[in-house]
């Protein structure tokens, strides 16, 4: 059973999440190549040999801090936006670290990362597939603090 809120009940929780998903994403590959852009003068420059395996390094160590620490990347703070477990907890090291490796594996495998994405837009709780198999949920965080 989820402790999570109903989406039948309190749509706001999950209103507008698809969009502020894909927006967050968006920061954070920003905020990921700027850190590899900062990184590579410390590589001198050989970085750019391996610049690909560079910013995947640097995805999952900034997914897994950033989401054991306030369970959400920054993009997802900006957008006001966070994630769960079932029981509607801030996420731990272990679920952050589980989490970010499906994200890291639907992103390898392109037809699961396409699954993901219809499942986030048609789910009643907005979650992808890395999120239903993990039981996770994303939510709406102001709307979640005024309850």
Request: include cysteine; proline fraction near 6%; hydrophobic fraction near 50%.
């Amino acid at each position: 059973m989820s402790h999570t809120p109903d989406p039948i009940q309190q749509p706001q929780f999950y209103d507008g999440l698809p969009t502020k998903r894909l927006l967050a994403w968006v920061v954070d590959m920003v905020v990921i190549v700027l850190m590899c852009v900062l990184i590579l003068p410390f590589t001198a420059f050989t970085g750019l040999f391996f610049f690909p395996f560079l910013m995947l390094t640097v995805s999952f160590v900034y997914r897994v801090i950033t989401l054991t620490n306030g369970s959400a990347t920054w993009g997802m703070r900006l957008m006001a936006m966070e994630l769960r477990d079932s029981r509607d907890r801030p996420f731990d090291l272990s679920l952050a670290f589980l989490h970010t490796l499906g994200y890291s594996v639907s992103l390898a495998m392109p037809l699961l990362q396409i699954v993901s994405v219809v499942l986030m837009c048609t789910s009643l709780r907005r979650q992808g597939l890395t999120d239903m198999i993990l039981g996770t949920v994303p939510l709406n965080r102001r709307q979640q603090q005024t309850v």
